[in-house]
């Protein structure tokens, strides 16, 4: 789409991107945001997004591991 402002003699192009049943990693790639690490390894690797699993990556973040964390999200 380009919208076309005549009195600014200016135009700008607008990007649509329509995602189909799009998984989460999908959705945050098209903000942009990376989904995978060049990183091979890791100290911690937290598996579950509920409330245990993100306190437990949040601590080890905190006390400065490399930390790794996957799950679903919050569920509830």
């Given at each position: 789409?380009?919208?076309?402002d005549e009195?600014?003699?200016?135009?700008?192009?607008?990007?649509?991107?329509?995602?189909?049943?799009?998984?989460?990693s999908?959705?945050?790639?098209?903000?942009?945001?990376?989904?995978?690490?060049?990183?091979?390894?890791?100290?911690?690797?937290?598996?579950?997004?509920?409330?245990?699993?993100?306190?437990?990556?949040?601590?080890?973040?905190?006390?400065?591991?490399d930390?790794?964390?996957?799950?679903?999200g919050?569920?509830?």
């Amino acid at each position: 789409m380009l919208l076309v402002d005549e009195d600014l003699g200016e135009m700008t192009g607008i990007e649509f991107l329509v995602l189909v049943a799009p998984d989460a990693s999908r959705v945050l790639e098209s903000m942009g945001a990376e989904t995978r690490t060049a990183t091979r390894s890791c100290h911690v690797a937290v598996v579950g997004a509920g409330s245990a699993g993100l306190t437990a990556a949040v601590y080890a973040a905190s006390e400065g591991l490399d930390t790794l964390g996957g799950g679903t999200g919050p569920h509830g």
